[in-house]
């Protein structure tokens, strides 16, 4: 495989299934004016999208992928941030599979929310919620410091919790 690229097109299909965008803007990138290159793909029948983020101009690097659905507050995402997400190291190539699974597979989410807000996620990569989950929360958790937020859940002080279950995209990908 000689890019990213190409991984996608591969990945993502039947191409008909799914719209495909493509998007570059300069952004800021440790100082440095960049140019970020962006591929959105989203299922229209399930409205479960992937995003993949360039900063490395030419496409055998990834800065970041996430997939995702308009149902949940935080999605899943596999980030390298200094060296990319190599297309020539059979191992990113691996994992990335795996991670990208749940999103053909279908997975589940528990929501928490404290004081009415949106305070953090775990993820489950099955529709079962079996398993250990991954925490995801966004940048502006502040209850995370200290440890604040593990004490609270454990005290089960939260407004509510909401279970989610992402459907899966029906494709022949989901059998490989």
């Known amino acids: ?10 990945k993502i299909v039947p191409k008909e299934e799914f719209i495909f965008q493509q998007k570059d803007e300069e952004t800021s990138f440790y100082g440095h004016k960049k140019i970020m290159s962006t591929i959105i793909i989203t299922h229209p029948k399930t409205n479960n999208w992937f995003k993949f983020d360039n900063f490395f101009v030419k ?12 149902r949940i507050k935080c999605s899943p995402s596999y980030t390298e941030y200094d060296e ?3 297309v020539s190291i059979d191992e990113e190539v691996l994992y990335l599979n795996k991670f990208l699974m ?4 279908g997975w589940s989410i528990i929501e928490y929310y404290l004081f009415g807000e949106y305070n ?9 919620f079996q398993g250990k989950g991954e925490w995801e929360y966004t ?3 502040w209850s995370d410091r200290f440890g604040i ?3 609270l859940l454990k005290l089960r002080i939260h407004s509510y919790v909401k279970r989610l279950v992402i459907e899966p995209i029906e494709t022949p990908q989901k059998s490989k």
Request: negative net charge.
């Open 1 to 10: 495989m000689k890019d990213w690229r190409e991984y996608i097109e591969k």
């Open 59 to 70: 496409w055998e690097y990834l800065w970041e992928v996430k997939f995702g659905n308009p």
């Open 84 to 86: 990319g997400i190599d």
């Open 102 to 105: 749940p999103a053909f597979n």
């Open 120 to 128: 953090r996620s775990i993820y489950y990569s099955n529709i079962n």
């Open 139 to 141: 940048w502006q958790d």
């Open 149 to 151: 937020n593990y004490l």
